[in-house]
């Protein structure tokens, strides 16, 4: 996995009409930050957004105003026959359960829709280590080699591909902490990177569940040793890692604290400069000087990285927003690469937000 030149994944005119493009799981968080990302798109027109067969019909800006602002855009509850409204569209954006994108995923391909896909149902090639790490059998396993992995900073996308499957949040914030380490060789061969990372509440979806609720969330590692995210993080890394995720009590973004051994003469200097090096000309990542704040990156597409080294040691703190860079941000991104957009397109809101 080499980093990717952001300059370089833009290898097409920008098209003179705008792409349209639908939301499902629109009433999550997720898919709500997909919505408003796309609402504010210059390059393309939102035609459709639903939400489980379940829901009644509402207002986006009734279920997140802060998002929708004056937006007039209602949020449908999936039916059979939805599938035939899409046919029009170029892209679909899938912020769905895991059973539900695999599902989904071939029919709006062959309606001739690109997707991006924000769950796991097509972040492995190998339909066994799917099975084990997801629970259930993939139902399309014909089409995990045709999926394009997109974790944009270090993965270069074919614009002619249709289905393209969102990093998660946590491989996200680990991958783009450590794989700069890893790809250069700097880490001592045997070395298991121990991955501990803290997240927001709004990482488990807005489905009622005590465990998150106001009066019971609290700091609690879950899923100790046998979280699905870390086969995805080790395929990444291309080595086995130790991975403790942590439920913070708070709404939203991840701070990832990442210990690898370096090489024995492995200089601070040396490990900054490949991290500058991986890292230049990539908008949405920035080294910084002090170790991360969730108030950082709250509510931006950026991810922050921090990087100390004493001896052998090395610490890389990664900072982002679980919903933004570790979702809907990143599936935009991809997006833009795909359409030849403008790298920073549909992110006014938020570069204004953070004085930029």
Known sequence: MKTVSAANQIAHPIPATKVKVAVLGASGYSGSELLRILHN??????????????SAAQRWREIAPAAAGDSELIIQPWTDHALADLANCDAVFLALPHEASAAIAPKLIALGSKVFDLSG????????QFATTYGFEHPHPELLNHAQYALMELVGLEPSGTLFAIPGCYPTAATLALQPACESALLEPASVPVITAISGVSGAGRGANPRTSFCEVSVQPYGVLNHRHTPEISNNLARSVVFTPILGPYPRG???????????????????????????????VRIVAEPPAVAHVAGTPYCHIYIAVEGQNLVVISAIDNLLKGAASQAVQAANVVFAFPVHSGFAPFIQECGE
Do not use: K, M, W
């Open 41 to 54: 798109h210059a390059f393309v027109d939102v035609v459709a957004a639903y939400s489980s067969e379940r």
């Open 121 to 128: 149902a097509y972040r492995f090639r190998d339909a066994e």
């Open 254 to 284: 991840i701070i990832a604290t990442c210990v690898a051994q370096l090489n024995a003469g492995v200089t601070a200097e040396e490990v900054h400069a490949v991290y500058q090096r991986s890292y230049q000309g990539q908008p949405f």
